[in-house]
């Protein structure tokens, strides 16, 4: 286990570490004991990072893409470096399995080597030329990035989404301004060590931990901050868009989801089952991408939840470093009684538990829950409508194809879905139909820099990853010139 000082300081800001007056108790889920206390910012230290992004830019913008390429490997390999100690951080903060934890340190070097390779071709690509209709004129277009940005990151993937976010803003030449969640700053101030190493100039990029209130809502409303990149939930969100909207800056927002998985009449059993439990309990259902509700054939309905009940109660759950550790705990008490909460109210609304619903028998202590089932769950029900943010599963039948798409539609959200069958033609029929921004077919929720994320409707605005997300931190410029 990692021994970590009383304090850490919670600000990097203009290439210096420095605690603010803000006390951010760090808790390690597993345990429920305190790791340690991140001195955090608050409005003031906001202003300092604003102020030292703006004065940074003018050089930073004026870089050539092979030059902040260069920064974005370096940034990859320090990642590549203390890859072990980072996992053991998102471990230790986040309460993620081991395995997990590997997954998302892979991700982030990922994304910093996929963005350097852009931001090494966008030299090649400045001021190309623009066809016109008229030879009496010429055009020429120029890809400039879009000035000082604020990123605002969640909990259940720390650095994670802070790569998809930081490597393309980078890459297109802004200067930044990061808000962790104050729940899991240690992984995100480990990778803001390796960025004070990499090479950046001082001012690019800076790092103020707090809260929502504290850091991320004078963040929002900051006039010098050209744009707000935030992940988290929908009504944070909201909150996040009204305050962007006082200075009418631009905004990327990827919220909630509550998305399907749909295992149609010819479907592998054994392969829709282990898609459903990963879709489900992966990061303890803390993914906005989770496939918590499972829409079955009729005819395989009996069959599919009696192994998915065998397959659930099998999932052990465990302290996050424990070598045969399947599911680890929720992020912090907070999110354990609401998950709770969730529980109780679909059995007052009539659902049907199928297994798990409580805390492991053998783990008295910290924010441990079983993998939980449910059937016969009223459409109407917060169960099936609402993003729980937990491991909670809900499956019911359906009669055909058509029944089938319309209830994975039916949600406010559409950012993602599972499709199982044997046949390619009605995987694609469906996966057509269906409104959501990435759809899997016979495939875990594998997602690869180079493919974009974001959903439809209230999922996201905007796309992540993917030369998309170069562009989201991109404004485009022509210049018309009379020949």
């Not at 800001?13 to 007056?21: K, R």
């Not at 030329?129 to 969640?154: K, W, Y």
């Not at 060590?193 to 790092?207: C, Y």
């Not at 065998?310 to 009684?337: C, S, T």
Request: aromatic residues 6%.
């Amino acid at each position: 286990m990692i021994s970590f000082p009383t304090t850490l300081d919670g600000l990097y800001i203009n290439g210096q570490w420095s605690a603010g007056p803000e006390h951010l108790r760090v808790i390690n889920p597993a345990s429920e004991a305190l790791l340690t206390t991140v001195n955090g910012g608050d409005e003031h230290a906001v202003d300092q990072a604003v102020s030292a992004a703006s004065a940074a830019f003018k050089n930073w913008s004026q870089t050539s893409g092979t030059e902040r390429g260069a920064i974005l490997r370096n940034i990859a390999n320090g990642v590549r470096n203390g890859r072990e100690h980072l996992m053991n951080l998102q471990s230790s903060n986040n309460g993620k399995p081991q395995f997990e934890a590997a997954i998302d340190v892979d991700d982030v070097i990922a994304t910093f080597e996929y963005y350097a390779e852009l931001a090494e071709g966008l030299d090649a690509k400045q001021d190309s030329n623009v066809p016109l209709p008229s030879d009496d004129f010429s055009a020429r277009l120029r890809r400039e990035p879009c000035g000082v940005v604020g990123l605002i990151v969640p909990w259940n993937f720390p650095m994670v989404t802070t790569a998809w976010k930081l490597a393309p803003a980078l890459a297109a030449g802004c200067c930044v301004v990061l808000k962790p969640s104050e729940v899991t700053p240690l992984p995100e101030l480990e990778l803001a060590a390796i960025i004070a190493e990499s090479g950046l100039p001082n001012g690019v990029f800076n790092l103020v931990c707090g809260t929502g209130l504290a850091v991320g809502a004078p963040l929002s409303v900051d006039p010098r901050i050209a744009k707000i990149s935030f992940t988290g939930s929908n009504a944070v969100g909201v909150q996040v868009m009204q305050r962007a909207a006082e200075t009418v800056k631009g905004v990327s927002l990827e919220l909630g989801g509550k998305s399907s998985l749909l295992v149609l009449a010819d479907a592998d059993m054994d392969l829709a089952v282990e898609l459903a439990c990963g879709g489900a309990f992966f990061n303890a259902g803390q993914m906005c991408s989770a496939t918590s509700r499972v829409l079955v054939a009729e005819e395989l309905e009996e069959e599919f939840l009696t192994r998915l009940q065998k397959r659930a109660q099998a999932i052990r759950v465990a302290d996050p470093f424990d070598a045969d550790v399947e599911m680890g705990a929720l992020v912090n008490q907070a999110q354990y009684q609401r998950v709770l909460g969730h529980i109780d109210r679909g059995l007052s609304a009539g659902a049907r538990l199928l297994c798990g619903g409580n805390r492991p028998a053998d783990l008295p202590r910290g924010y441990f829950l079983q993998p939980t089932v449910f059937t016969d769950v009223p459409l109407d029900s917060a169960l099936w409508c609402e993003e729980i943010f937990g491991p909670v599963l809900c499956v019911r039948s359906f009669s055909s194809e058509a029944e089938a798409i319309a209830l994975a539609n039916d949600t406010p959200f559409g950012l993602v879905a599972s499709v199982v069958t044997a046949d390619a033609v009605a995987a694609d029929r469906v996966a057509n139909a269906l409104q959501a921004g990435m759809v899997w077919i016979n495939a875990p929720q594998v997602i690869f820099p180079q493919a974009a994320w974001g959903g439809y409707k209230q999922s996201s605005i905007g796309r992540e990853l993917g030369p998309w997300g170069l562009a989201a931190f991109q404004e485009i410029k022509h210049v018309i010139r009379a020949v």
